[in-house]
C-alpha cells in the first residue's frame, strides 16, 4: 500500500517562498505522474499544478509564473516550489496520484494527507 508523506508547509508573509515536498512510499516498481491541490476553508478543493512521469508539466492559471512543479522519479518525489506568495494561497495542499505505471499493485487516486500553507498580509 502506498504512502504519501506531504512536508515543507508553514506560515509565511505575503511574497514569502515555500518549498512542498510530497514523497511516496511502500511501493514496488511503480511511478506516478502527481498533482498538487489546494483547500481553503469553506471552498472546494482546487486544482494547483501536474506533472507526468515525462516530465510535461500543467499549472493552474491562478499560480502561473509564481509556483514550480518538479520531480525526482528515482525517488518518487515531487516537489512544489512557491514563490511571490498570497494571503489567497492559504490553503491546505494535498498531492495525489494520478495514474500509476508499473503494475496492477501500483496504486491511482491516492491522496496524501495534505500540509497546511499560510500567507499573511
Known amino acids: 500500500q502506498v504512502h504519501l508523506a506531504e512536508s515543507g508547509g508553514g506560515s509565511v508573509q505575503a511574497g514569502g517562498s515555500l518549498r512542498l515536498s510530497c514523497a511516496a512510499s511502500?511501493?514496488?516498481?511503480?511511478?506516478?505522474?502527481m498533482s498538487w491541490y489546494r483547500q481553503a476553508p469553506g471552498k472546494e478543493r482546487e486544482f494547483v499544478s501536474g506533472?507526468?512521469?515525462?516530465?510535461?508539466?500543467r499549472v493552474a492559471d491562478s499560480v502561473k509564473g509564481r509556483f514550480t512543479i518538479s520531480q525526482d522519479n528515482a525517488k518518487n518525489t515531487v516537489f512544489l516550489q512557491m514563490n511571490s506568495l498570497k494571503p489567497e494561497d492559504t490553503a491546505m495542499y494535498y498531492c495525489k496520484i494520478d495514474v500509476a505505471y508499473g503494475g496492477f499493485w501500483c496504486p491511482s487516486n491516492a491522496w496524501g494527507q495534505g500540509t497546511q500553507v499560510t500567507v499573511s498580509s
Open positions: 506533472i507526468r512521469v515525462g516530465g510535461s508539466t
Open positions: 511502500g511501493d514496488t516498481g511503480c511511478r506516478y505522474d
